[in-house]
Nanobody, 127 residues
Framework: QVQLAESGGGLVQAGGSLSVSCVAS????????MGWFRQAPGKEREFVAG????????YYANSVKDRFTISRDNAKNTMYLQMNSLEFEDTAVYYC????????????????????WGQGTPVTVSS
């Protein structure tokens, strides 16, 4: 059974940092783009950051650029999101996702391109 499991969410003050992780089990996603999405209360799920299958290329939403860093360790089947300078508006449930198709360099930002999802981990930023 394929599973993506997020961990590391929690409560942090504005301006602080937090790191979340995503471990894949049941299969390897080494050649598949992966991404982080988030969903705030009352809002649609939105793309946050993505990383190519080979881990070389990254892509960020404008709202998190220069504050968040996505990375992956294919040997550990794990993806990470380091979040710095957190803002109240970053409060959301964060989901990791793996793309439906293999690609070494492409990074889709649309939810429809991702076929595997974790259960989400909540991140709350207090102002």
């Amino acid at each position: 059974q394929v599973q993506l499991a997020e961990s590391g969410g929690g409560l942090v003050q504005a301006g602080g940092s937090l790191s979340v992780s995503c471990v894949a089990s049941g299969r390897t996603f080494n050649y598949f783009p992966m991404g982080w999405f988030r969903q705030a209360p009352g809002k649609e799920r939105e793309f946050v950051a993505g990383i190519s299958g080979n881990g070389i290329y990254t892509y960020y939403a404008n709202s998190v650029k220069d504050r968040f860093t996505i990375s992956r360790d294919n040997a550990k089947n794990t993806m990470y999101l380091q979040m710095n300078s957190l803002e109240f508006e970053d409060t959301a449930v964060y989901y990791c996702a793996a793309a439906r198709s293999r690609s070494d360099s492409g990074i889709p930002s649309s939810r429809t391109n991702y076929g595997y999802w974790g259960q989400g981990t909540p991140v709350t930023v207090s102002s």
